[in-house]
């Protein structure tokens, strides 16, 4: 078993900057690559960005190409998401999961998840 636990969220103006992180207990948490998702009202849940249980691979959604980053440190036991020119349509709550299948987009490949964060952009 692996517990995730976000921090990080909250209300933030457009163009402005948050960083989440997500704290894993449990089972060896460097064996695991990490995501993040996001959902946001009335919608399904997406996929954000992703990182190999090295940290050497990163993958992201198009939409947050280039403005938020994901990293690890495995030492601590933390994946963070450096999020930057924040805008309302990123307004979702934010979810961790781990995946025992290497780097994945799917959220169906993932096999623990946190409770979720909630950021708020406003205009």
């Known amino acids: 078993q692996v517990q995730l636990v976000e921090s990080g969220g909250g209300l933030v103006q457009s163009g402005g900057s948050l960083r989440l992180s997500c704290a894993a207990s449990?089972?060896?948490?460097?064996?695991?690559?990490m995501g993040w998702f996001r959902q946001a009202p009335g919608k399904d849940r997406e996929f954000v960005a992703a990182?190999?249980?090295?940290?050497?691979?990163?993958f992201y959604a198009d939409s947050v190409k280039g403005r938020f980053t994901i990293s690890r440190d495995n030492a601590k036991n933390t994946v963070y998401l450096q999020m930057n020119s924040l805008k309302p349509e990123d307004t979702a709550v934010y979810y961790c999961?781990?995946?025992?299948?290497?780097?994945?987009?799917?959220?169906?490949?993932?096999?623990?998840w946190g409770q979720g964060t909630q950021v708020t952009v406003s205009s």
């Open positions: 990182i190999s249980w090295s940290g050497g691979g990163t």
């Open positions: 999961a781990a995946s025992s299948l290497g780097v994945q987009i799917q959220s169906i490949k993932f096999d623990y």
């Open positions: 449990g089972r060896t948490f460097s064996s695991y690559a």
